[in-house]
């Protein structure tokens, strides 16, 4: 458990650290939900109805801006190396990681749905919906990204195959985060159907991403 | 504890690298693996450090513990030297101390053996090639490992540095270590050579 314990506060050491990149994602964010009223216009009524919806794209748009670095910087300055040939199985490293990841990237877009519910005309309950079913969402965002991210790991301009093979695996995570919340605004659907299928995916991402990271990061090792 | 190579064969991308090779070493013996570049040295490194599958033949270990693999067992001292810049000194070797597991030496005393007690604190980012070296040969220490595959380790050292990693790897051998160094640079120890590739 140290050795885990230790990768998971070295990561967020360094995502927190000048050029870590954990509060790109957040500004990313900020910017894509800021622009939105811009592009639509100022009707309120209409930003209210696209509200969920826009930030649930903004967060996965920013969740996979930094999700290219997840093995990428470890297999570039040979950490990867060492931590194939350590004594903790791939496997449990690679869901360390991952959380690490969600910590420090994935959770502060969490934090900063309030804020940006404002932006967007949406009340306390609506804001409260939404940030609920990110923090339900984004870790399945970020599990299911780590097996492009393994992936990815070992081309070059891996960060483009990157956003290639993770969106088609992030649609049931949108479609469900998204219904849920508007089923919490507008009805008519109860909010606890699309919410329980949205935490479901993201328990099924635990399991598989790891696994599917792992045997990826093993196959791709050169 | 004996590492033992049959046949090797290993092939990369298509291209046959080397085939048929055969090295042996006991508890305490060192293999300077020389070559032409290109030859493959890198490759038999990783190969026995399991990141590279084998075409043919086989690695094995004996007498080493029985319920790790040979990759677990060894320590793999790379081009890349596995540091992060936004880490200090101190944190970069704490980490590997606590991940790789067993430790076997306390880590200031580590960076104190190979000279670098007096940048703790400093982010690896600004030290020099040769600074970040010692601080990678380190980890060989901090963590005890009986194996230590080793690939061009005196690259970028100074003279001092040089002698220094010698007494160190000397010290391995005596406490029942083996080494396998890819170099073209003479060791400073007494090593079994094993040559890879044509007679450049």
């Known amino acids: 458990m140290t050795a885990l314990a230790a990768l998971i506060r070295r990561d967020i050491q360094i995502a927190l650290r000048v050029g870590g990149g ?37 967060a996965l748009l920013a969740s996979l801006l930094t999700l290219d670095r997840l093995f990428m910087a470890d297999h570039e300055d040979g950490s990867l190396d060492l931590i194939v040939m350590s004594r903790t199985p791939l496997e449990l490293t690679c869901a360390a990681k991952a959380l690490a990841h969600w910590l420090a990237a994935g959770l502060p877009l969490v934090v900063a749905t309030p804020i940006l519910g404002l932006l967007l005309n949406l009340d306390a309950t609506s804001t409260a919906a939404v940030a609920l079913t990110l923090l339900a969402g984004t870790p399945a965002l970020t599990f299911t990204g780590m097996i492009g991210a393994a992936l990815a790991v070992t081309l070059h301009r891996g960060g483009l195959l990157l956003a290639v093979l993770v969106l088609p695996l992030s649609i049931p995570v949108l479609i469900f985060g998204v219904a849920a919340s508007q089923a919490a605004i507008t009805g008519p659907l109860s909010f606890g159907t699309p919410f329980s299928i949205l935490c479901a995916l993201s328990l099924v991402s635990f399991v598989i ?14 | 504890m004996r590492l033992s190579g049959r046949g090797v064969r290993c092939v990369r991308s298509g291209r046959e690298v080397f085939s048929g090779l055969d090295f042996e070493a006991s508890s305490g013996e060192a293999v300077a693996v020389t070559g032409p570049n290109g ?15 084998m075409a043919d033949g086989s690695i094995d270990l004996e007498g080493g513990e029985a319920e790790l693999t040979l990759p677990e067992q060894a320590h793999y001292l790379g081009h890349r030297d596995a540091l992060k810049p936004a880490l200090s000194v101190m944190e970069n070797l704490c980490f590997w101390r606590n991940f790789l597991g067993g430790a076997a030496f306390d880590a200031a005393e580590s960076l104190a053996a190979v000279g670098l007690d007096h940048a703790l604190r400093l982010p ?33 050292l100074d003279a ?41």
């Open chain 1, 22 to 58: 954990a509060l790109i994602g957040v500004l990313f964010f900020l910017t894509v939900v800021v622009l939105m009223p811009f592009a639509i216009g100022p009707d309120l009524a209409l930003l209210t109805r696209l509200g969920p919806a826009i930030l649930w794209l903004g």
């Open chain 2, 160 to 200: 001092a540095g040089q002698s220094l990693f010698a007494t160190l790897m000397n010290d391995h051998l005596s406490r029942g270590g083996l080494i396998v160094a890819a170099t073209h640079t003479p060791l400073g120890l007494a090593a079994r050579e094993l040559r890879i590739g044509g007679t450049a």
């Open chain 2, 124 to 156: 690896a980012a600004y030290l020099s090639a040769g600074q970040r070296r010692r601080l990678s040969i380190a980890r060989l220490l901090a963590v005890r490992r009986p194996i230590w595959l080793l690939d061009e380790p005196t690259s970028a």
């Open chain 2, 39 to 53: 030859a493959g040295k890198t490759s038999l490194l990783r190969l026995i450090a399991g990141l590279l599958t």
């Open chain 1, 209 to 222: 991403g790891p696994f599917a990271a792992a045997a990826s990061l093993r196959h791709g090792l050169d």
